[in-house]
Each structure stands twice: as C-alpha cells, then as structure tokens.
C-alpha cells in the first residue's frame, strides 16, 4: 500500500479569499449544502457558544462543526464577538478562523479567516430567502444594524430583486450616515436615514435585523401585510414574540441550531414555540419538500441562526482554489507518518 504524503497546512488570509470567492460561488454553495442538509446528508452538532460575560469580558466565542458528505467538505468555524476590539485594540469586533479538514483523516488542509465567508454565506442566504419567500414585486428594502452584513446583504439582494429604497437605522447615527453614503454610491440605490426602527421597517417590503441586541426592536404593528422579515442578528430576540408567533409561515434553516441560540431560544425554552410551529427549515423549500411564498398578502418571518456547513463547505471551495495556484504560506503541525 502506498502511504500518501501529506503537504504542510495551507494558511489563508482574507485578502485571498476575497480574490477567489464570491457571492457566485456563496450562493452555489449554499443551495447545494441547504439541499443536502435537508436530505439528510450533512452532520451538523448545534453550536457550542463560550459567553464571558460573567468573568467582566464582554466577548463570547462560538464553535461551528460541520461535515458536508457531498463535497468532502469537513471542519469547524470557531467565531466570536468582542465589544471592545474597535475602541480599544483597533480589531474587527468578529473574530474568525475556519479549519479545513481532510475528512477521513482529520489531516488539516488549511487554517483562514472566517469572517469575510461569514459575510459572503450570510448575504447568499439572504438573497436565497427572498426569491424563495419574497413577494417579486419587492422594491423597498428596511435594515436594523448598519454593519457589514447589512452592506452585503444589499449587494446580495439586489441581484433578486430590482430594489428601488433602502431605509436604515442603527443606534450609531454615524454607521448610518456611512452605510447610506457607500450604498447610494456603490449601487445607486437611495437610501433614507430613519431616527427610528419604526421608521425603517414601517412599509417595507422586506425587513432585515442585524444588530447584536437581545432585546426586540421590531413590533408586529409597524410590518406591513406581505412583508418578508429576515432575522440575521444571532444574539438574541430581535423581532417581538407577536411577530413570531404571529407570523403566517415562520422558517428557519436548522430548527436544533435555533432552538439553543438567537431569535427563537427564549420562546423555544419556554415551551411557547415548537417545532410544529416552523413551517419549514430553507432547505426543505429548496428540496421541494415545503413551499415557499404561496400567497402574496402572506407574512413571513426567516429565521438564519447561520450554520457551520455553509462556512465549511465554502472554505472548502477556498482551499481548493488557493491550493490549486500555488505559492501560499504554509505550516507543518506535524510531519506525516509521525504517530
């Protein structure tokens, strides 16, 4: 038998996942890996979340893994959030690195930074959302939260469907004013700078939370009928319990992930929200095992927790390309043949 030999790890910066993946390829990966998860074809563990808040550090840490049978995608995505990296170290608030696994060894592959395919995963599953759950006719587009993910999540979307006005708000007057400058002048969309989340979200068409609050922001009075509502904040409950209880179809992508974490957990503990009361996990949709949008004065709320496959299986795709050209920095953890 001949023994194969193991090449060092590959090291991946984000500059290099920038120049060879994109929303293209996040979106592909994503309907593929949400199709075979609702196949029964991908392993998938709930997350395991590290909150160290009760040692005085306001930062939690997240564990993603992940096994993706169809693309012998295999590894985990360890991601956290730490509150004063902008302020005082002059770091992203996100932290992220993926480990690329060879799937029947364990061998590392590549180690890269995980928030930019965060980013890219995380707005393809927006854009996937509306055009399975989104009335065509949509044109005004509400966000909560002007941060990174609200920008790809308009550049993601847009794709869909021909967005005439974006409305925004965020407890930073200042990320609004920037979201709204970059935005007009990066897609020439206008943007409309709100004071409050009424005033965002009040007649849009769809509606986008991403904020790490854990209180709610949305009521169920200010959604007009008809309305898409996405809740891509994973911290905690962003839209009131009437909105989701209320809603006429509520969709999540993994039921056991949003169960423990994010938008649905309280409700879920507390026996007021079962599984019986999803609709559908996207993946279901996407199998044609569950419809989508049926009627247009329906209201639906998607519930993204964010799952640990998608980041995977991207990764993946980036390993492959970075391998494949040559030239990236490495590091042998170990020499292969050594037990």
């Not at 997350?47 to 096994?67: C, H, I, Q, R, S």
């Not at 970059?182 to 904020?211: F, P, R």
Request: with cysteine; glycine share 10%; charged share 25%.
């Amino acid at each position: 038998m001949t023994t194969r030999e193991w090449g060092p790890t590959i090291l991946v910066s984000r500059e290099q996942i920038e120049q060879i993946v994109d929303l293209d390829d996040a979106r592909a990966v994503v309907e593929e890996v949400l199709r075979e998860q609702a196949r029964g074809r991908v392993a998938m563990p709930a997350k395991v979340t590290m909150n160290l808040a009760d040692f005085g550090l306001e930062a939690w840490n997240t564990a993603m893994p992940a096994y993706i049978e169809a693309l012998g995608a295999s590894g985990f995505k360890w991601v956290g959030g730490f509150a004063e990296n902008r302020s005082r170290h002059g770091l992203p608030f996100l932290i992220s690195l993926i480990l690329v696994q060879d799937p029947p060894t364990g061998y590392p592959l590549a180690v890269m930074e995980g928030v930019h395919i965060t980013n890219l995963r995380t707005a393809a599953l927006n854009a996937l959302i509306v055009e399975l759950y989104a009335r065509p006719e949509s044109r005004r587009l509400g966000i909560i939260g002007a941060g990174v993910q609200a920008r790809f999540a308009v550049a993601a979307i847009r794709r869909i469907v021909p967005l005439e006005e974006v409305r925004v708000h965020d407890t930073d007057p200042g990320a609004s004013a920037r979201f709204a400058r970059d935005i007009e002048a990066q897609h020439g969309i206008a943007v409309s700078v709100c004071d409050g989340a009424e005033g965002a979200v009040a007649g849009a068409d769809i509606v986008i939370t991403a904020t790490p609050s854990v209180t709610p922001l949305v009521r169920r009075a200010w959604l007009a009928p008809g309305v898409t509502a996405i809740s891509v904040g994973s911290q905690g409950q962003e839209f009131d319990d009437e909105v989701i209880l209320g809603v006429d179809k509520l969709i999540c992508d993994s039921w056991e992930q949003c169960s423990h974490l994010g938008e649905l957990r309280e409700l879920a503990e507390t026996g007021r929200l079962t599984r019986a009361d999803v609709y559908a996990e996207i993946g279901e949709t996407i199998a044609g095992l569950r419809a989508g949008r049926e009627h247009q004065d329906e209201d639906i709320l998607v519930v993204p927790i964010g799952l640990g496959a998608l980041d995977i299986a991207l990764g993946r795709v980036a390993y492959e390309r970075v391998a494949a050209a040559g030239g990236a920095a490495s590091f042998r953890f170990f020499e292969s043949g050594t037990q």
